[in-house]
């Protein structure tokens, strides 16, 4: 059984920092694409991050527009965990983020951790 679990979210003020930190297990993590989701009320589920692995083309992380240069994706293979730091965060971050592993042709989400950024 494949469990994909979040944490790290909370309240945060603007222009400050929080690391999101992603347990997976029950798949060959080393193996997986790792990506960080998010979606705000109303909006669609957009793309924040995603690793890949060394064999994948994509080992590249890769970043939504909206995050370049602020937000970094990291992966710990011996750990299976992948993080997400989150810095100089604004109101326009705020949204409740999720992690996806995917699996030759399988996706796994979680259940997402909420993120306020807000004074």
């Known amino acids: 059984q494949v469990q994909v679990v979040e944490s790290g979210g909370g309240l945060v003020q603007p222009g400050g920092s929080l690391r999101l930190s992603c347990a997976v297990s029950?798949?060959?993590?080393?193996?997986?694409?790792l990506s960080w989701y998010r979606q705000s009320p109303g909006k669609e589920r957009e793309l924040v991050a995603s690793?890949?692995?060394?064999?994948?083309?994509?080992?590249?992380?890769n970043y939504g527009d909206a995050v370049k240069g602020r937000f970094f994706i990291s992966r710990d293979n011996s750990k299976n965990m992948v993080d997400l730091q989150m810095n100089f965060l604004q109101p326009e971050d705020t949204a409740v983020y999720y992690c996806?592993?995917?699996?030759?042709?399988?996706?796994?989400w979680g259940q997402g951790t909420p993120v306020t950024v807000s004074s």
């Open positions: 996806k592993a995917r699996h030759e042709s399988s996706a796994y």
């Open positions: 029950g798949l060959t993590f080393s193996r997986s694409v």
């Open positions: 690793i890949g692995y060394i064999e994948h083309p994509a080992l590249a992380t």
